[in-house]
């Protein structure tokens, strides 16, 4: 099996998810798009989508759905996202699409956070990939320096503009022992918008698409 028939067996399986009634919100990325894909046939059941960038969002459009926003609908139902990397307690590394601040505000206002991916995305500890954080444009030359002092070596994302207008930062070798600290002292850093680790609010399922099917994981 390749990696998109991962993915794609990955997202199948959190449709057994939706519910009748429900508002779900909708990530980004190679994974979400064959789930949106997916979505049509389970229409019925879904009252409302809010979702966590223009892309997503002009996909779901193309698919027949009108996108709510997060202040219509208030805390909702179900959130179901890719993710670049995740550990077994299912901390999150996100933002290789560049869409990790609206991401994680869909995250915190869900009730339930299924994360999909293929299981090269399954790892024992986070910070192989690099980790993405938006930032202010003016504050990057300041980020990128306490990033070094953290011996991260930061690479600005060049020509890319987030759907908040910020930039990205990808902060390569860092090795993150322990993530709910690191979220939080990158967050204390001035200018920071969002750093792309999700351990205050990691995933609560995290459906993981392999050689021999779907592994169901949970903390
Ligand atoms: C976008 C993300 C994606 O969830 C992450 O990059 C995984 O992407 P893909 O499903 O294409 O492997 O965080 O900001």
């Known amino acids: 099996m390749n990696a998109s028939e991962k993915k794609r067996s990955a997202a199948e399986a959190a449709l057994e998810f939706v519910e009748p009634g429900i508002t779900l919100g909708v990530g980004t990325g190679s994974t979400v798009n064959l789930l949106i894909e997916m979505l049509p046939g389970v229409r019925d059941k879904i009252d409302r989508v809010v979702s966590s960038s223009k892309a997503s969002t002009a996909l779901l459009e193309e698919n027949g759905f009108k ?104 902060i390569h070798d860092l090795q993150i022992s322990n993530p709910l600290e690191m979220e939080a002292r990158i967050n204390r850093i001035p200018g920071v918008v969002t750093v792309g680790i999700f351990a205050d609010r990691p995933a609560d399922i995290l459906l993981i698409g392999g050689d021999d099917g779907v592994r169901e994981m949970r903390v």
């Open 67 to 170: 996108v709510s926003t997060l202040n219509e609908t208030g805390d909702y139902d179900l959130y179901i996202d890719g993710a670049d990397e995740s550990n077994k307690r299912l901390q999150l590394i996100k933002g290789g699409g560049g869409a990790l601040t609206r991401e994680k505000v869909l995250a915190a206002a869900a009730r339930r956070f299924i994360c999909i991916a293929d299981d090269t995305k399954l790892v024992g500890m986070l910070g192989s990939f690099p980790l993405p954080i938006e930032v202010l444009p003016m504050a990057q030359e300041l980020i990128s320096r306490r990033m070094l002092k953290m011996r991260g070596h930061p690479i600005w994302r060049e020509g890319f503009i987030t759907d908040n207008g910020n930039h990205i930062l990808d």
